[in-house]
């Protein structure tokens, strides 16, 4: 079966994955693998939204900060662990996504998209404005290193296999999610709203339960990279986040579940590569969006199934002469 | 036989037009029944308010004796009230037995920790919607289709497989909005001959048309609207003389629709 | 805490003319979604040109406002007029997310280009009347800031205008009202869309402009205002343009009180709780989707 050797090749390259400070001692290229790991997980978060379930949400990068600055604060404010921190970035994340979905979700896709990116806006503003909270400008330097039974992980490499541990169980949430009948009732919900109601479904749960769920990881994602940066600060909300994980959702394909975490893995290490200029490279990423939307709008899992749909038209109409 | 779905006083207005105008009929179990009138004579909004897409003003719906009037689309969905829509609605990107399969999944009792733990409900819903779905789309002849994007169809196709979809549940009636507008001839024969097979099977049917021929062939029975309210009932041989239809479809007398089939003739 | 009439005076006039700035930038985004049905992620930037565009105009016209501010806005309409043709032309109105990413993009892209050319050193913009106001009482008005309103007044009387009584108006409420029946009257869609982006980019130049002499420009201004805007166009219902003009308003003066009383931040989030709440009571905002209806 071919979804089996799919899995089993997946099964293997995150083998591999996790034995990068295994092969290398510089950190540098570590850093980078903890990044594309955290990166890919948030751009799959993203996919759910929007690829599977067509709600484009510039609130990940809300997610992305809330959650970053939660579990920062769990430890540094509360003195909790770090992985109650992530714990909890995942739940008030999940909370605040209900409680902003409910309202938005019942109105049309434009308004969505509006209210989820003024969202965003609205955190980067709390971040750098609630001095009280979250400290200002400054943000909170020197998060201490994760602990767990009295080991420290205190290097980049020990610290990569929290992100690695992290990468594989929120992706293979993700997939067994998405192969799942709920995963196809979002793709139906996606195609054609009226029909999955005239076929008894009610698409309000699924969507609200879509978005908390990509609200929660995306926070919980921001909670290790906070914790990886050691510092949080309202940079941790620049934009910059959001167009990354838009971009690896494009190129790689919005609903395709492994042209995104393919993509992801691929394209961290672009922001590494054009660290040249800032302001260069977020002209690159803004040609990229453009270009994207009209050469391969779908992404190359797109257009590889493309291709294999106009493939299968044309086997049919020759048997059928 | 009993009603299976009684309308009555249905009424709908939007911006000041009655789009329904208190209407009543009812259709009774195992029959084909056709819902036929001039363009804005209210057929469509029939459907649309019956079936939960649009609000009613005014009126009843009773299915097999349960009151549906006013309930959300989803909710009359699942109490077993199933539609086609005009222009036709699959999923397009997706395989047909994919459309199938979605069609059937609210309508068994397998939930998501079924399906996680692939407990033996989960398996045995699954191998009875498979079942199903390969008798209806060998019914409709797109055997070789199965695990085809249905994107790839043709129009008349697609609307076989609206059809299929709305059958997987085992519904206790199903509304087809316009089944055969915008079909290539050839296909609607098709359709036409699997709704025959359907209905001996034993499924209800309430078909808008404007298909003259098509409604003919295949009611029993055939309710006329007329803006707004109903104009007739009655078989389709009843349906064609009666003066009150022909005046309202064709603006003409019987003797002028009679002078009109022997000119063709 | 006795609330200093004059004080509150003051924040109501200022209210006003910050009101009046949001509704340009609105409308021109309602005229676009109306038209083409895409939202204009791109907005705050043609705002941003304008701004620059009077930077650079009034030195070189000897720091006169009004030729300056003509400048501004003709060369907003021209940078609207080159979009549309490069890039917004080839979206279709079924298309509402791609229409937004690549907007999104071209934001990006303008933004970091300005950003790269003349850096993200605030601008500080002089022009014929300095610092000079109007004293009322004990409140003072700059010139700059009584100008901006007047001419944003005039600009919304022009509109009226243009799209009640004009031909190339009328297209335009015609095919944001429905789309099917003004093609088949002949109206042509890519004229009208063209006419709308030009006509909003140029209420943007002007949004721009006006603001120049009173904030400092940079290339990351437009951002700042724009959010807000999407935030008034929802509000006030998507496609109609007085309800975006008095959503406007309205958040002009609601945000002048808040901030005047309170933090920052509060002023800052009151656009967004007002849009939940709106969202909540009003799904299609608290005007229906007009369709251009212009009264």
């Known amino acids: ?321 | 036989m009993s009603a299976i779905l009684k309308v009555s006083n249905l009424r709908k207005s939007y911006a000041g037009v009655h789009a329904l105008d208190g209407v009543s009929f009812a259709v009774e179990a195992g029959s084909v029944t056709g819902l036929i009138g001039p363009n804005g004579s209210g057929k469509s909004t029939a459907i649309d308010c019956v079936s939960g897409f649009q609000k009613l003003d005014d009126g009843q719906v009773v299915l097999d004796d349960t009151d549906i009037t006013g309930r959300p689309a989803h909710h009359i969905a699942r109490a077993g009230l199933m539609r086609t829509f005009q222009t036709v609605r699959i999923y397009e990107r997706l395989a047909l037995r994919d459309n199938l399969a979605i069609a059937a999944q609210q309508f068994d009792p397998a939930t998501w920790v079924d399906e996680f733990l692939r407990t033996r409900r989960y398996r045995d819903a699954v191998e009875a919607a498979e079942a199903r779905a390969r008798s209806l789309v060998e019914l409709i002849g797109l055997q070789r289709y199965y695990e085809a994007e249905t994107g790839i169809l043709s129009y008349g196709q697609k609307k076989l497989v609206a059809l299929a979809a709305a059958l997987m549940p085992h519904p206790k009636i199903v509304l087809l909005d316009e089944p055969v507008a915008g079909v290539n001839p050839s296909r609607i024969r098709e359709i036409e001959v699997a709704l025959s097979e359907l209905n001996r099977a034993g499924e209800t049917f309430l078909i808008v048309e404007h298909n003259v021929e098509f409604i003919t062939n295949l009611c029993h029975r055939v309710i006329v609207l007329d803006q707004g309210k109903k104009l007739a009932e009655g078989t389709a041989a009843e349906i064609h003389t009666d003066p009150r239809v022909l005046e309202a479809y064709l603006g003409m007398t019987p003797e002028m629709a009679e002078a009109e089939m022997r000119g063709a003739a | 805490m006795t609330i200093d009439a004059v004080y509150l005076l003051q924040l109501t006039l200022n209210g006003l003319t910050l009101g009046l700035i949001y509704a340009l930038i609105a409308v021109g985004l309602s005229l676009i979604f109306g038209v083409m049905e895409i939202i204009n992620f791109a907005h705050g930037e043609l705002l941003m040109l304008g701004a620059f565009a009077m930077a650079f105009a009034l030195p070189v016209m000897g720091l006169l406002y009004w030729p300056a501010l003509a400048t501004a806005i003709l060369a907003t309409m021209l940078i609207g007029w080159v979009i549309y043709e490069l890039l917004l032309v080839r979206l279709r109105t079924d298309e509402f997310e791609r229409s937004i990413l690549v907007t999104l993009g071209l934001s990006i892209i303008i933004i970091h280009v300005m950003q790269y050319i003349f850096t993200a050193t605030p601008r500080l913009v002089d022009t014929q009347y300095g610092f000079a106001g109007v004293e009322i009482g004990s409140i003072r008005i700059t010139w700059t800031r009584v100008i901006g309103a007047v001419a944003s007044l005039a600009a919304f009387g022009g509109l009226y205008a243009v799209l009640r009584h004009t031909q190339f108006g009328r297209a335009m409420r015609a095919i944001a009202q429905n789309r099917e029946a003004a093609l088949m009257v002949g109206i042509r869609p890519k004229v009208v869309a063209r006419n709308a982006v030009v006509l909003a980019a140029g209420l943007c130049g002007l949004a721009g402009a006006a603001i120049a002499p009173i904030q400092l420009v940079t290339p990351y201004m437009g951002q700042f205002l724009i959010f807000k805007a999407f935030a008034l166009v929802i509000i006030g219902g998507l496609g109609n343009i007085p309800g975006a003009i008095v959503a406007a308003i309205g958040l002009g003066l609601i945000e002048s009180w808040i901030g005047g009383f309170f933090e920052i931040a509060w002023q800052e989030a009151s656009v967004f709780v007002i849009m939940i709440v709106v969202l909540f009571l009003r799904p299609d905002g608290l005007f229906k989707r007009g369709g251009m209806r212009v009264g």
């Not at chain 1, 961290?268 to 453009?290: H, K, Q, T």
């Open chain 1, 1 to 321: 079966m071919k979804s089996a050797a799919i899995l089993a090749a997946a099964l293997a390259v995150a083998l591999v994955l996790g034995a990068l400070p295994l092969l290398t001692t510089s950190n540098y290229i570590i850093g980078i693998g903890v990044s594309a790991l955290i990166f890919t997980v948030a751009a799959a978060a993203l996919n759910l939204i929007y690829g599977y379930t067509g709600l484009l949400s510039f609130a990940q990068l809300g997610f992305w900060g809330i959650g970053g600055y939660t579990s920062a604060l769990t430890v540094v404010t509360f003195g909790g662990s770090f992985w109650w921190g992530l714990v909890w970035a995942a739940l008030i994340n999940a909370v605040i996504a209900l409680a902003v979905g409910y309202p938005t979700l019942r109105t049309n896709r434009h308004a969505f998209v509006i209210v989820t990116l003024t969202f965003a806006l609205l955190v980067t503003l709390i971040a750098r404005d609630w001095v009280g909270l979250t400290r200002g400008p400054l943000g909170i330097p020197n998060l201490p290193p994760p602990r767990a039974f009295g080991y420290s992980f205190d290097t980049t490499a020990k610290f990569y296999w929290i992100a690695w541990a992290f990468a594989v169980a929120m992706l293979a949430f993700l997939h067994a999610l998405c192969s799942s009948r709920i995963g196809r009732t979002l793709i139906a919900i996606k195609q054609n709203e009226p029909l999955v109601r005239a076929q008894g479904i009610s698409p309000m749960p699924y969507k609200l339960a879509s978005f908390a769920l990509s609200a929660a990881i995306t926070g919980a994602a921001g909670g290790v990279y906070s914790f990886h940066l050691r510092i949080i600060d309202p940079l941790f909300l620049d934009f910059y986040y959001m167009q990354t994980f838009l971009i690896i959702v494009i190129i790689g394909g919005a609903g395709s579940f492994w042209g995104v975490v393919v993509s992801g893995a691929a394209l961290s290490a672009l922001p590494e590569a054009l660290r040249f200029s800032a302001d260069f490279r977020m002209i690159i990423y803004g040609v990229i969006l453009v270009v994207a939307m009209f050469v391969m709008p779908s992404g190359v899992a797109g257009w590889l199934r493309e291709r294999k749909v106009a493939r299968l038209r044309q086997s049919l109409r020759e048997a059928l002469r």
